[in-house]
């Protein structure tokens, strides 16, 4: 079973930086792709940022050159660094792994809890 513990959310003015992380843990055979996704109230979940075991990253057109995707595959960690926050940055967001257990017999695809990032004009 693989679990992912995130950490980082909070509250901030706009203009302002917050990082997240997630860490994976279990029993991980191998790691693909990491990421992160946010939901606003009312809204649908939607893609912030991700990135595969290669670096390869993939943004969210509304967040590009604002925000940073990383990973350690050493760790099994993504971290996302959030610049130039805004009110509509506003959301629950979501650590999401894909990748392999049990000697590749098994595929997962799992979620984080969830941590609020608040920004206020």
């Known amino acids: 079973q693989v679990q992912l513990v995130e950490s980082g959310g909070g509250a901030v003015q706009a203009g302002g930086s917050l990082r997240l992380s997630c860490v994976a843990s279990g029993s991980i055979f191998s790691m693909n792709g990491m990421g992160w996704y946010r939901q606003a109230p009312g809204k649908q979940r939607e893609l912030v940022a991700v990135?595969?075991?290669?670096?390869?990253?993939n943004y969210a057109d509304s967040v590009k050159g604002r925000f940073t995707i990383s990973r350690e595959n050493a760790k099994n960690t993504v971290s996302l660094q959030m610049n130039s926050l805004k009110p509509e940055d506003t959301a629950v967001y979501y650590c999401n792994a894909r990748g392999y257990t049990n000697y590749g017999r098994n595929r997962f695809d799992v979620w984080g809890q969830g941590t609020q990032v608040t920004v206020s004009s």
């Open positions: 990135i595969t075991n290669g670096g390869i990253t």
